[in-house]
C-alpha cells in the first residue's frame, strides 16, 4: 500500500502563491504517474495537473496553465503543485493521486489540504 499526505494549503489574497506538497510513504517503489485534483464546494473533482515517473511528461488543466506547475523528487518521494497568480476560482481542496504505473485509474489518494483564495 502507499500513503500519501498533502500540505502547504492555506488562505492566500488573489494574486498570491503557494506550493503545495505530497509526500509518499510505504511502497513507494510501485508508484508511476502521479496527479493534482481539485474539488471546490458544490462542484465535482476536476484533473489540475499529473506527471510521469521522471517527471519529463506533464499534463495541465487548460484552466491552470501557465500558472501552475507540478514537479517530483522521487529520491524524497514527493510531488509539488506550485500555484501562482491564484483566482478566488482557484478554492478548493486539492488531492494528491498516484498510480501503479502509467496507465489505468488513480489508486491511491490522499486526504488533500485546502486552498482558499480570497479577493
Known amino acids: 500500500q502507499v500513503q500519501l499526505v498533502e500540505s502547504g494549503g492555506g488562505l492566500v489574497q488573489a494574486g498570491g502563491s503557494l506550493k503545495l506538497s505530497c509526500a509518499a510513504s510505504g511502497r513507494t517503489s510501485s508508484i508511476g504517474n502521479m496527479g493534482w485534483f481539485r474539488q471546490a464546494p458544490g462542484k465535482e473533482r476536476e484533473f489540475v495537473a499529473s506527471?510521469?515517473?521522471?517527471?519529463?511528461?506533464?499534463n495541465y488543466a487548460d484552466s491552470v496553465k501557465g500558472r501552475f506547475t507540478i514537479s517530483r523528487d522521487n529520491a524524497k518521494n514527493t510531488v509539488y503543485l506550485e500555484m501562482t497568480s491564484l483566482k478566488p476560482e482557484d478554492t478548493a481542496v486539492f488531492y494528491c493521486a498516484a498510480k501503479r504505473g502509467i496507465g489505468g485509474p488513480y489508486n491511491y489518494w490522499g486526504q488533500g489540504t485546502q486552498v482558499t483564495v480570497s479577493e
Open positions: 506527471i510521469n515517473w521522471s517527471g519529463g511528461r506533464t
